[in-house]
């Protein structure tokens, strides 16, 4: 059974450009949530997508936002980049209910 | 505000012994309680899930406990490996998403 799948691994931008990152979750698992890590914050909860319906929102600025498609598989996007958005983002997915979440590898983005 | 704190935050132990993490939260109205390992840039890997409504699960040498009264989970480690070296993240599930502690770090020396 294959795990959760992120796309692309790695990701050097410049500041003010946009990114797409992508998370392919555990076949049958209607539930994404995105995480960014640093190593100052810690791992913060960006958003959860269920059904292709965003339904939790963590603190963050309206310049990340994410999409889920009818294969469950989620986009999440970046404009304006900044400096500090440079982190490791990851993506998890979760069966029915409140169950057990299972991470990607994740997608180091550096912004320069 | 909900809070998860982990003590200590890095840990460093000899072979073979056995250990103990910890994991604190502020509210005892959880979903769950996730113990993960992450090594260094890489994702995280679930160990262990325990339901609000469980006392502790067991998988292999690692067992972990949950005190939703006290607020508290631990993490044990059996028998510790060099290989279990890693970073111990425990993550409280509220309705749509996890919020993780900052992790303790652990170093096991041959």
């Known amino acids: 059974k294959a795990g959760v799948t992120q796309t692309p691994r790695y990701l050097i931008k410049t500041r003010g450009q946009q990114v797409t990152l992508s998370c392919s979750p555990i076949s049958g698992h209607r539930s994404v949530s995105w995480y960014q890590q640093t190593p100052g914050q810690g791992l913060q909860f960006l958003f959860e997508y269920f059904s292709e319906t965003q339904r939790n929102k963590g603190n963050f600025p309206g310049r990340f936002s994410g999409r889920q498609f009818s294969n469950s598989r989620s986009e999440m996007n970046v404009s304006t980049l900044e400096l500090g958005d440079s982190a490791l983002y990851l993506c998890a997915s979760r069966g029915a209910g409140i169950t057990e979440a299972f991470f990607g590898q994740g997608t180091r983005l550096t912004v320069v | 505000k909900q809070e998860v704190t982990q003590i200590p935050a890095a840990l460093s132990v000899p072979e073979g012994e056995n250990l103990v993490l910890n994991c604190s939260f502020t509210d005892s109205a959880i979903y769950n309680l996730q113990w993960f390992r992450q090594d260094p840039g890489k994702g995280l890997t679930s160990l262990l899930l325990?339901?609000?409504?469980?006392r502790e699960q067991t998988s292999g040498r690692l067992n972990a406990s949950l005190d939703k009264s006290s607020g508290r989970s631990t993490l044990y480690i059996a028998a510790s490996q060099p290989g279990d070296s890693a970073t111990y993240l425990c993550a409280r599930g509220s309705q749509g998403n996890l919020i993780f502690g900052k992790g303790t770090k652990l170093s096991v020396k041959p």
């Open positions: 325990i339901q609000s409504s469980q």
